[in-house]
């Protein structure tokens, strides 16, 4: 049997990785869901990531995506998660799309790598979620046979490094001058963890 076959099945759209409830920064107790995307989330999905423009200063992009192109990526994020080639968790918290984590293969003789890309609002930092979402990724990406997980970060962005260090992401490079905004640079660190395998 080839090492592919041996991968677990995909998950379904929606199916729901974890619950648990969390007391927000306004003192009050919120629920928070980490499941799989489906087609349906697209007006959250949107809403979403377009929110973060205004509140995220480390954030890739520069410009809000339009409905067409989110759809577009939520379709081709679908499709990888059926192929194995990719995992993702949104996260709800109250019923409301408030962050995601991926990990998306590259192929070839890359395959068993994981690349993570993850993010949250502002508001909901700081509660332990994120780490939670890094937490959950893991066994996730396994499972598909994902056997490295890699994620980036800017060197500015403190706060990153600090949580994918605490969860044992170590620093294995820096690409010099990865972004440039407001006419100023930030180097990029590469972090590395080893999952092993299922």
């Known amino acids: 049997m080839k090492a592919a076959e041996m991968k677990a099945k995909p998950r379904k759209p929606g199916f729901v990785v974890e619950e648990f409830d969390v007391t927000g920064k306004d003192g009050k107790a919120h ?19 377009n929110a973060l423009m205004d509140e995220a200063e480390y954030i890739r992009l520069n ?6 192109q989110e759809e577009k990526w939520l379709k081709e994020k679908l499709e990888k998660i059926a192929k194995r080639e990719d995992v993702m968790i949104f996260v709800f918290v109250d019923g409301k799309l408030a962050g995601n984590v991926n990990a998306e293969s590259h192929g070839g003789n890359s395959a068993h790598v994981g690349e993570i ?6 508001k909901y930092t700081g509660l332990g979620i994120g780490s939670r979402l890094l937490k959950a990724i893991e066994p ?15 060197k ?14 170590k620093e294995i490079g820096i690409i010099p001058k990865a972004r440039k905004r407001n ?3 930030d180097d990029e660190v590469i972090m ?3 999952i092993g395998t299922k």
């Open 192 to 194: 590395h963890k080893d």
């Open 31 to 49: 629920h928070v869901v980490f499941r799989y995307p489906r087609m349906p989330d697209i007006d959250q999905a949107l809403k979403f990531v």
């Open 156 to 169: 500015g962005n403190k706060r990153a490094r600090h949580v994918y260090g605490n969860l044992k992401f």
């Open 140 to 154: 996730e990406s396994r499972r598909v046979g994902f056997e490295v997980l890699r994620i980036s970060c800017y």
């Open 117 to 122: 890309g993850i993010s949250l609002r502002e």
């Open 183 to 185: 006419g100023k640079y």
């Open 63 to 68: 410009k809000n995506i339009t409905r067409k």
